[in-house]
């Protein structure tokens, strides 16, 4: 499968300011990636499908103006979150589409605390 | 729409002991069905996966998995677990009609005791 990167690994912000998550593909070109974003003791949650080239799609709820996704090459996703508040803290995990669409591979996370 | 459930939030078990944890769906297609492993702090690790063919599935690390289409489930079983197998396991579904996006379980804690 795809080795799937992501940094940092923890990031502690300050309520109000943005923080920027990078998601790499080492191995791979992915065309799709996806952001997901789990509370604790909680199941993951999809917050958005990135595609290279093009603007990313949102899932109900989330908001696109709140959670920037950038998607700018074929190894490279970002995610940024902005004017963070504390129930933006979360671990925030994304994946790889691989060659077979229905296959995911996912990077290690990013742990957020805003404070 | 999809759905996964697992029912067990947690289950405590035994070392060497054997393990279910259970996972039932929904869909009104054709189904790719997952099983993942996450340990404290990291990302998800691929056990198995059902795309088609034979109904039992050998994953890593012992562990397989067996789609039941009439009971619409794909129960992950080991015969024998280790400490080491304590985790968090999630069950996902996928199918063509949802673009592929992958819909997760709640997710099953799975305490192995010595």
């Known amino acids: 499968g795809a080795v799937v990167s992501q940094h940092p690994s923890r990031v502690i912000c300050k309520s109000g300011t943005s923080v920027k998550i990078e998601c790499r593909s080492l191995d791979f070109q992915a065309t799709t990636m996806f952001w997901y974003r789990q509370f604790p003791k909680k199941s993951l949650m999809l917050m958005a499908t990135?595609?290279?080239?093009?603007?990313?799609?949102?899932e109900q709820g989330v908001e696109k103006d709140k959670f920037l996704i950038n998607h700018a090459s074929l190894t490279l996703s970002t995610l940024t979150v902005t004017s963070a508040h504390p129930e933006d803290s979360s671990f925030y995990i994304c994946s790889v589409a691989g060659p077979s669409s229905y296959e995911q591979y996912f990077g290690p996370g990013t742990r957020l605390t805003v404070t | 729409a999809q759905s996964v459930t697992q029912l067990d939030s947690q289950v405590p078990v035994f070392e060497e002991a054997p393990v279910e944890l259970r996972c039932n769906y929904s869909?009104?297609?054709?189904?790719?069905l997952f099983w993942y492993v996450q340990y404290p702090n990291q990302g998800l690790q691929l056990l198995l996966k059902y795309l088609s063919g034979s109904t039992l599935v050998k994953g890593i690390n012992g562990f397989e998995a067996e789609f039941n289409k009439s009971q619409t489930s794909f129960h992950l079983r080991k015969p024998s677990v280790h400490i080491s197998d304590t985790a968090e396991y999630f069950c996902a579904v996928s199918d063509e009609d949802s673009s592929y996006k992958l819909i997760f379980g709640s997710g099953t804690r799975l305490l192995v005791r010595p």
């Open positions: 869909s009104s297609v054709s189904v790719y």
């Open positions: 990135s595609n290279e080239g093009s603007k990313a799609t949102y």
